[in-house]
């Protein structure tokens, strides 16, 4: 497909210098992506290192009860500890009194291992976002970050330690990849929010999000603001209420995105574990809806193949950030591998076999990609495969403190949503939360490893 700019496209930002992708080091100097032998520094598996001992949420309910037999105990206290973990969201053996008393320390020995410690909590002035920074086993740190909006809560969940795809934007990306994250310890960050909204510690705001636009805000992983807002929770209860067995509302986790560190499908088989998990019903899993747990790529193209050949109707977004392969190189160096064009095919076959309609991510970076001509290209390369196949959502960068880079002018996204709006194609301009809370991905966990390296010394 040509990558020329389309002549009905209007020009009005060209004049605008093009900022090209620069790595910054700490000594002060900068050079471009890093290359071995020019090739991109990518880096799908990590080193070999340990896993996480196995939790309960690393197991089918078939599994935990052959490891409650192993135990010499009866099949059903399997479904009495998924209750108390997927139901609860207790993992605490002492609260745990339907389980024998003897037997309940060697219960959580081997059901409910340390997986998460929390080292920061950062909450918005406003209190309805809050970033958590935990420890792991091995002492790799993690991000997620819990967000209200009006009608829904939303958790951006870690899949790895670092990550090995070394976009030069990304914060997370210059910690290169230490490990894959188990499906347990994806898990356990749902489960602790939900302990922490049941706290009531994310703060209940009434008033209705704008994004930069002047427009009601969605957040991050929605298809669009106005359609995931109609599913929602039921009539007569707040964001994310669920019955509870007295009857009462409870709150929790109603929308799950993977976007917090590292690449998903480069974990794929622990990724679709917690997936089930997050699905099935309680006390197997946690019960929530497939559609509202967005699973979001740079574009490991054999990735989403399979993943739209499993029998989970995820929410799939790319991350596609530019649609030219000259800048797109620079920016997501996967592009090397698997280029926008064949990134866009597979996320429209994803729509073609799922029927689910796909989201289209676009950080915007203030003279890098946001000129209206990518705009516009953006548009005729997703109108060349169909229509009401995807939606596209702008973020404005959420920048990493020194870095050159930083995010778009209103006025400039502004005139971006408009060109893809004009021609056609469903654009949401998102809000970007946490902003004062190290919101940008890896942010926080980079700041804790200097300050930990800095201890250290
Ligand atoms: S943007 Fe995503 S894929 Fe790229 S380095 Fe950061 S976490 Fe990894």
């Not at 020009?11 to 910054?24: A, G």
């Not at 991050?220 to 019955?243: I, N, W």
């Amino acid at each position: 497909m040509s990558e020329t700019t389309p002549s009905s496209v209007p020009r009005r930002t060209s004049s605008r210098k093009q900022v090209r992708p620069i790595v910054e080091h700490e000594d002060g100097t900068t050079s471009s992506t890093p290359t071995r032998s020019g090739r991109p520094l990518l880096d799908f598996r990590g080193p070999r290192v340990s896993q996480p001992p196995q939790h309960l949420a690393d197991m089918s309910m078939d599994e935990r009860i052959a490891a409650v037999k192993e135990m010499g105990l009866p099949a059903f206290r399997a479904k009495q500890l998924s209750t108390h973990y997927f139901v609860h969201h207790s993992s605490d053996v002492d609260q745990m009194t339907d389980l024998p008393k003897d037997s309940r320390a060697e219960l959580g020995e081997r059901f409910f291992p340390t997986l998460l410690t929390e080292v920061h909590r950062l909450k918005t002035g406003n209190g309805d976002t809050i970033k958590f920074l935990w420890r792991l086993f091995d002492g790799s740190l993690v991000e997620s970050v819990l967000m209200r909006y009006r009608n829904r809560i939303t958790l951006c969940v870690s899949s790895q330690c670092g990550c090995g795809m070394n976009c030069p934007f990304c914060a997370t990306g210059q910690q290169g990849l230490t490990r894959n994250m188990s499906a347990a310890e994806i898990v356990d960050q749902v489960v602790r929010a939900n302990q922490v909204i049941a706290a009531g510690e994310l703060a209940d705001t009434s008033d209705e999000d704008r994004n930069l636009l002047g427009e009601a805000a969605a957040g991050v992983g929605d298809e669009s603001g106005g359609e995931a807002v109609s599913e929602t929770a039921p009539t007569g209860t707040s964001a994310g209420a669920h019955a509870t067995a007295s009857g009462g509302a409870a709150e929790r986790v109603t929308n799950i995105v993977f976007m917090g560190m590292g690449e998903p499908l480069a974990n794929y088989k622990r990724v679709m574990n917690a997936v089930r998990r997050f699905v099935e019903p309680g006390p197997s899993g946690l019960g929530m809806s497939a559609r509202r747990i967005t699973i979001s790529t740079v574009g490991l193209v054999p990735g989403i193949n399979k993943l739209a050949m499993e029998e989970i109707p995820v929410t799939f977004a790319l991350s596609l950030h530019a649609p030219d392969d000259g800048l797109r190189n620079e920016m997501i160096p996967v592009n090397t591998r698997w280029n926008a064009d064949e990134a866009i095919d597979a996320a429209y076959a994803y729509y073609k076999t799922s029927g689910r309609r796909v989201s289209i991510e676009y950080a915007l970076i203030k003279d890098m990609n946001d000129h209206a001509w990518r705009a516009g290209l953006l548009a005729k390369k997703l109108n060349a495969r169909g229509r009401g196949w995807v939606h596209v959502n702008p973020i404005p960068l959420n920048p990493t403190p020194g870095s050159v880079w930083t995010a778009s002018e209103p006025d400039v996204a502004a005139e971006f949503v408009r060109v893809l709006r004009d021609a056609g194609v469903p654009t949401t301009i998102r809000d970007t939360r946490g902003k004062d809370i190290d919101g940008a991905c890896g942010q926080l966990a980079t700041s804790q490893q200097n300050d930990d390296a800095v201890t250290a010394d």
